[in-house]
Nanobody
Framework: QLQASGGGLVQHGGSLRLSCVVS????????MGWFRQTPGKIREFVAA????????NYADSVRGRFYISRDDAKTTVQLQMNDLKSEDTADYYC?????????????????WGQGTQVTVSS
């Protein structure tokens, strides 16, 4: 199970930190990703991190502004979002890939959390 939190309303240029708590998968390795979606659009890749936390992948649109990390216990994945822009407004979803890849494709992730809404005001 994945439980995402941390969304909210923030001003342009501000920061937010999203968290995703993983439960029920304590003996397997898996990568984690964040995706986002706005009404009428397909789910868009944002960032991913391997189980070890040593490798990451970012969408070009967020590279240098967003940072994905996971704790040593491998139970929480965070997405630090800095210098937020209006185009970052979306519902953000965390996802889990049992193959421990850094895929940017939503179909490669087997488990999904509920969305957490991020709204950036101009």
């Amino acid at each position: 199970q994945l439980q995402a939190s941390g969304g909210g309303l923030v001003q342009h240029g501000g920061s937010l930190r999203l968290s995703c708590v993983v439960s029920g998968r304590t003996r397997t390795t898996y990568s984690m990703g964040w995706f986002r979606q706005t009404p009428g659009k397909i789910r868009e890749f944002v960032a991913a991190v391997t189980y070890s936390g040593s490798r990451t992948n970012y969408a070009d649109s967020v590279r240098g502004r967003f940072y994905i990390s996971r704790d040593d216990a491998k139970t929480t994945v965070q997405l630090q979002m800095n210098d937020l822009k209006s185009e970052d407004t979306a519902d953000y979803y965390c996802a889990l890939d049992i193959n421990d890849y850094l895929s940017d494709r939503a179909q490669d992730y087997e488990y999904w959390g509920q969305g957490t809404q991020v709204t950036v005001s101009s």
